[in-house]
């Protein structure tokens, strides 16, 4: 049961160029959506979040996008740098009962050619 | 200065073998989770643990047993392993239950292989 999906697993971009990333969920309990970013033989880091009451959170270069109604959530990166060469996830909070759990995608390795 | 560490990073064994990873966090976080990534790249919460107090236990099968000695400590002891729980585990934790403050740091992951 796949709750949260990314479903593209790799994607290339040229430096400069906007990177978009995307995630799809089926909960719409979910509340709090978040992005990480992980680099190899690593574990993940948080980067940016988003409460489902907005649409829209910006950080620097990193903004994140939320669609309650199509359930879905986008990761804009501008300008993409090699240095965001990473597998990124993003994860939705579930809560239950007082107990708060995070779901993770897949992941999409985002590649950034210099 | 690491934050969040695990031992071994690297970790081969053979089937019916018991062994523990251990995890330390140094930056006076309350809850600390085990997440298993598997070989489809999911990565899923298998337990959580706040102030030693166990708080989620997923639908984990009873030969992984959690143990939180302290607030900065929580290792994870697998009995009679099995080719499927061959994975990278990592180790997280959080100041609070995930409600308030959300971000979690994760340890750099230890890959479990099964043989």
């Known amino acids: 049961d796949q709750q949260v999906k990314q479903n593209s697993p790799s994607l290339s971009v040229q430096e400069g160029r906007i990177s978009i990333l995307n995630c799809d969920y089926t909960?719409?309990?979910?509340?709090?959506f978040l992005w990480y970013k992980k680099y190899p033989a690593e574990g993940p880091t948080f980067l940016i979040s988003?409460?489902?009451?907005?649409d829209k959170n910006e950080d620097g270069r990193f903004t994140v996008f939320l669609n309650k109604s199509a359930k879905h959530l986008s990761l804009h990166i501008v300008p993409s740098q090699p240095g965001d060469s990473a597998v990124y996830f993003c994860?939705?909070?579930?809560?239950?009962?007082?107990?708060?759990?995070?779901?993770f995608g897949t992941g999409t390795r985002l590649k950034v050619l210099a | 200065d690491t934050a969040v560490s695990q031992t071994p990073k690297y970790l081969v064994t053979q089937m019916g073998n018991d062994k523990s990873i251990k995890c330390e966090q140094n930056?006076?976080?309350?809850?600390m989770y085990w997440y298993k990534q598997d070989s489809k790249k999911f990565l899923k919460i298998m337990f959580s643990?706040?102030?030693?107090?166990?708080?989620i236990n997923e639908t984990v099968p009873n030969r992984f047993s959690p143990k939180s000695p302290d607030k900065a400590h929580l290792n994870l002891h697998i009995n009679s392993l099995e080719l499927g729980d061959s994975a990278v585990y990592f180790c997280?934790?959080?100041?609070?239950?995930?409600?308030?403050?959300?971000?979690?740091?994760f340890g750099p992951g230890t890959r479990l292989t099964v043989t």
């Open positions: 643990y706040n102030n030693k107090e166990l708080i």
């Open positions: 909960n719409s309990m979910f509340d709090y």
């Open positions: 994860a939705a909070r579930s809560t239950t009962s007082g107990t708060y759990k995070y779901i």
């Open positions: 988003i409460s489902s009451i907005k």
């Open positions: 930056l006076g976080h309350d809850t």
């Open positions: 997280a934790s959080s100041q609070g239950t995930g409600g308030l403050t959300y971000e979690q740091y």
